[in-house]
C-alpha cells in the first residue's frame, strides 16, 4: 500500500498561500493522488485530483514532480473558512480481483488566522 | 441529487446489540466505499463495491463486521455484536468511475456503550 505522510498541522493568515506537501514514496504505476478537504462533523470532500505535473482547478493546484513521490497542494490566497483537514490520498481502483486500497493519509489541520 | 445519504445520522447502542447503518449513494454511480474513522486510526476504508459486486473487504476489521449492496441505490453495514471499541463515526462514499473523486455522506456517529 502506498503510505503517504503529510505535516500534522500548518498555520497561515488570510490571503496568503498555503502549500501542503504529502509524501509517497511507494507509489505504484497506477495510483491518482487526490486531495481532500474536512470540516469538523462533515465528510471529506474532494479538491484535486492529478497523476503527474500540474493540475489546476477553480480551488486549488496540485503539482506532482516527475518522479511522483510526492505531491504538493497548493491553495491560493485562503481565507478563515478553509480552516479544516487536508488529506493526501494515494491509490487506484480496480474492478476485480486483488485491489488497491484507497489510503488516507493522516491529515494536516490548516489553522487560517486573521 | 442530495448527494449520498447516510441514516441514522447518530447511532447510541449497548455492547452486544446488533447494529445496521444505512447508505444511499448518488444515482448512477458505480462504486460505493464505507469508511470508518477514529481519532486513533483516522480514515479507513473498510470495504467497496462495484456495480453491486463486493471487490475488497480486506479492511473490514473482524467477522462481526458485514456489507451488503443489495441494489444499485442501498447498502448496509451491519455490526454484530457490537463493541465499545467500534465507537467511530462511518462514512458512506460513491464515485462513478475508476479513479474520479468519490462524494462523502454525512457520517454516521456510532457510539456503543
Known amino acids: 500500500l502506498a503510505k503517504t505522510t503529510q505535516p500534522i498541522s500548518m498555520d497561515s493568515y488570510e490571503g496568503q498561500e498555503v502549500n501542503i506537501t504529502c509524501s509517497h514514496n511507494n507509489i505504484a504505476t497506477n495510483d491518482y493522488i487526490t486531495w481532500y478537504q474536512q470540516f469538523p462533523s462533515q465528510g471529506p470532500r474532494f479538491i484535486i485530483q492529478?497523476?503527474?505535473t500540474k493540475v489546476t482547478n477553480e480551488v486549488a493546484s496540485l503539482f506532482i514532480p516527475a518522479d511522483r513521490k510526492s505531491s504538493t497542494l497548493s491553495l491560493p490566497r485562503v481565507s478563515l473558512s478553509d480552516t479544516a483537514v487536508y488529506y493526501c490520498?494515494?491509490?487506484?481502483?480496480?474492478?476485480?480481483?486483488?485491489?488497491?486500497?484507497?489510503?488516507f493519509g493522516s491529515g494536516t489541520q490548516l489553522t487560517v488566522l486573521p | 441529487d442530495a448527494g449520498v445519504i447516510q441514516s441514522p445520522r447518530h447511532e447510541v447502542t449497548e455492547m452486544g446489540q446488533e447494529v445496521t447503518l444505512r447508505c444511499k449513494p448518488i444515482?448512477?454511480?458505480?462504486?460505493l466505499f464505507w469508511y470508518r474513522q477514529t481519532m486513533m486510526r483516522g480514515l479507513e476504508l473498510l470495504i467497496y463495491f462495484n456495480n453491486n459486486v463486493p471487490i475488497d473487504d480486506s479492511g473490514m476489521p473482524e467477522d462481526r463486521f458485514s456489507a451488503k449492496m443489495p441494489n444499485a441505490s442501498f447498502s448496509t453495514l451491519k455490526i454484530q455484536p457490537s463493541e465499545p471499541r467500534d465507537s467511530a463515526v462511518y462514512f458512506c462514499?460513491?464515485?462513478?468511475?475508476?479513479?474520479?473523486?468519490?462524494?462523502f455522506g454525512q457520517g454516521t456517529r456510532l457510539t456503543v456503550v
Open positions: 444515482s448512477g454511480h458505480d462504486y
Open positions: 490520498l494515494v491509490g487506484y481502483l480496480i474492478s476485480s480481483g486483488s485491489a488497491r486500497q484507497l489510503t
Open positions: 492529478g497523476y503527474k
Open positions: 462514499a460513491s464515485s462513478l468511475g475508476r479513479a474520479t473523486e468519490a462524494f
